[in-house]
T-cell receptor
Framework: SQQGEEDPQALSIQEGENATMNCSYK?????LQWYRQNSGRGLVHLIL?????REKHSGRLRVTLDTSKKSSSLLITASRAADTASYFC?????????????FGKGTLLTVNP | ETGVTQTPRHLVMGMTNKKSLKCEQH?????MYWYKQSAKKPLELMFV???????ENNSVPSRFSPECPNSSHLFLHLHTLQPEDSALYLC??????????????FGDGTRLSIL
C-alpha cells in the first residue's frame, strides 16, 4: 500500500528559482528518504532523514521533517536545468515493516533554462 | 555510475517467450531487490534477497521467478507474461536488509514490452 504521497504531481520553474516538493505519509515512520530519477534512468538516493531529525542539508538540497504533521519537504535552491527529474519520497513500511521502502508516485520537476 | 548494472536495457518479448533479466552489483552489498515501475503508479517492491536468501515475495505472480546465486547477482526469469507486465524493472541493492534506515542503490532498469 502507498505510504508516501508527493505534492505537487508536477512543478515547472525557471532556472535559478527554488523548488519545493512535499511528501505526506499515513503512519509513523523511523526514517524517510528522498530520491531523484532522471528520464530513462534508475533512482538516485539524495538524502535520508531520521524521525528524530527536523532538518538536513546536502549541497543545494534541504529536507525538513515534521512528524506531528506526518510530512516532509524537499527544497532545491538555485535550480538548474540539470535538476529536471522526478523526485520521490520513500518511507519505512507501516506497522514495523522497516525493511521495506515504500515510495510515492513522485513529483515531476521541470527547470526551464 | 551507481555500481548496479542491469541487462538488457530494453527487451521486447511475446507472451509465450521465456527471457531473463540480469542485475549485478559491485558495491559489496548483502541485500538486493527487484522493483516494478509502471506509468502513474508508485514503485512496487517485488522481491527482496538478503545474503542470497529470499526474504520477501510481495504477492508476485509465479510467471516472475527470481534467482540469486550469490550476493552480487540477481536474476528475474520471465515466462508467459501478460501485456500488463510491460514496465520498467529496477534492481537495487543496499548494505543490509534495512529499510528506510539505509540508502538503496538502483540500476538503470530494463524497459520490458510485452507484445
Amino acid at each position: 500500500s502507498q505510504q508516501g504521497e508527493e505534492d505537487p504531481q508536477a512543478l515547472s520553474i525557471q532556472e535559478g528559482e527554488n523548488a519545493t516538493m512535499n511528501c505526506s505519509y499515513k503512519t509513523s515512520i523511523n526514517n524517510l528518504q528522498w530520491y531523484r530519477q532522471n528520464s530513462g534512468r534508475g533512482l538516485v538516493h539524495l538524502i535520508l532523514i531520521r524521525s528524530n531529525e527536523r532538518e538536513k542539508h546536502s549541497g543545494r538540497l534541504r529536507v525538513t521533517l515534521d512528524t506531528s504533521k506526518k510530512s516532509s519537504s524537499l527544497l532545491i535552491t538555485a535550480s538548474r536545468a540539470a535538476d529536471t527529474a522526478s523526485y520521490f519520497c520513500a518511507t519505512d513500511g507501516s506497522g514495523g515493516s522497516n525493511y521495506k521502502l515504500t515510495f510515492g508516485k513522485g513529483t515531476l520537476l521541470t527547470v526551464n533554462p | 555510475e551507481t555500481g548496479v548494472t542491469q541487462t538488457p536495457r530494453h527487451l521486447v518479448m511475446g507472451m509465450t517467450n521465456k527471457k531473463s533479466l540480469k542485475c549485478e552489483q559491485h558495491l559489496g552489498h548483502n541485500a538486493m531487490y527487484w522493483y516494478k515501475q509502471s506509468a502513474k503508479k508508485p514503485l512496487e517492491l517485488m522481491f527482496v534477497y538478503n545474503f542470497k536468501e529470499q526474504t520477501e515475495n510481495n504477492s508476485v505472480p509465479s510467471r516472475f521467478s527470481p534467482e540469486c546465486p550469490n550476493s552480487s547477482h540477481l536474476f528475474l526469469h520471465l515466462h508467459t507474461l501478460q501485456p500488463e507486465d510491460s514496465a520498467l524493472y529496477l534492481c537495487a541493492s543496499s548494505q543490509n536488509r534495512g529499510g528506510a534506515d539505509q540508502p538503496q542503490h538502483f540500476g538503470d532498469g530494463t524497459r520490458l514490452s510485452i507484445l
